[in-house]
């Protein structure tokens, strides 16, 4: 047995649930890796099963251990495992990540290239893996479309914004503030739309000479859902991945007729269950970050211990760019 620290909730929350605690580790049972955790990624999803939030997470019955993505060393493999040796740098999407030492099944474990490391891949893997599924899959973007990204310049939107220029999209993304304009203007959008100041649909509207966006992705919910069909263009989609603002609720399916509109709201889980398709939705993502089309730079870092205080300044748009918990 190995002990190991990990933080668990008891109860739904605000971040005064999340505590820490000494658990112990068995070996690895066959099929599973051991990994010794030297990067946790925080997400916002991670807030909405905090809270009890609706959404992708099933009922867990308490003490429930947050997290979904990390990176770290192999320490020890199990029986009938194949493919990764120990000492390995490694990254996985997979719930409980808040924990220093884990063991997780190897087929949801991917193996890290040499030119990502183990804090970016343990801070990006999760939205990297949402952005190439986003991209590349559900909606596959092409060079002349237009891309709405709300939340432009937070985590999942510096990757969205880089990735989809890269495809050849013009990208207009919405902020709250200059600041987080700034951020987004360097992080791959052509137009950053500050909502607090303007009307970001009549805004996006007048960029696109009338016309509307081809696919907005929607990470914030609640506030801006309704607005977006407004500046989509006839057959366009909009995408609902994330509600950082509150769910959206029963709206009138009327109002996607009049252009043909679609809606969506997908989740991580359905696009990577197959181990195949995790592993090469991770390689593309690993490629986009080697050749430069997504720049990513770890924004704020804090020891696990800390976490509450993470929590609270994420919860609060606080934060630029990708998160990590340090253990």
């Known amino acids: 047995m190995t002990q190991s620290v990990a933080i668990h909730i008891h ?6 649930v999340l505590s ?17 955790q030297s990067a946790i990624g925080l997400n916002f999803a991670d807030i909405y099963q905090r809270r009890g939030s609706q959404g992708p997470h099933a009922a867990t019955p308490f003490p429930i251990t947050l997290g979904a993505q990390g990176a770290g060393v192999v320490e020890a493999i199990g029986a009938g495992v194949t493919g990764f040796a120990r000492g390995q740098a490694v990254a996985y999407v997979h719930a409980g990540a808040y924990q220093v030492t884990r063991n997780l099944p190897a087929h949801r474990v991917v193996p890290l290239p040499d030119t990502v490391s183990q804090e970016l891949a343990g801070a990006t893997l999760l939205r990297g893996l949402t ?10 973007v092409r060079p002349g479309q237009t891309v709405l990204v709300h939340a432009a310049a937070g985590g999942m939107g510096v990757i969205l914004s880089q990735w989809a220029r890269a495809l050849g999209a013009t990208v ?12 987004a203007l360097s992080h791959g ?23 509307g966006v081809d696919v907005v992705y929607d990470a914030v919910g ?34 996607l007729h009049a252009k043909s509109l679609s809606v969506c ?10 181990p195949q398709e995790l592993r090469a939705a991770a390689r593309a993502f690993f490629g986009a970050l080697t050749e430069g089309q997504v720049r990513l730079e770890i924004g704020h870092r804090y020891a ?17 760019g990708a998160t990590v918990l340090i253990p």
């Open 11 to 16: 109860r739904h929350g605000d971040a005064e």
């Open 20 to 36: 820490d605690t000494v658990v112990e580790v068995p070996p690895p049972a066959a099929g599973e890796l051991q990994i010794r």
């Open 131 to 140: 952005a190439e599924y986003l991209l590349r899959r559900l909606h596959v």
């Open 172 to 183: 207009i993304g919405t902020v709250g503030s200059p600041e987080k304009a700034r951020v």
């Open 189 to 211: 959008c052509h137009h950053a739309v500050d909502y607090r100041r303007e009307d970001f649909a009549a805004r996006t509207l007048a960029l696109t000479g009338g016309a």
């Open 222 to 255: 609640k506030d801006v859902f309704l607005p977006s069909l407004q500046c989509t263009r006839p057959r366009g989609i909009v995408i609902s991945y994330g509600t950082a603002s509150g769910d959206v609720e029963a709206f009138d399916l009327q109002l």
């Open 265 to 274: 709201r997908p989740t991580l889980r359905s696009f990577i269950a197959d």
């Open 304 to 320: 696990l211990a800390d976490v509450r205080r993470a929590h609270r300044e994420l919860e609060g748009r606080a934060t630029t």
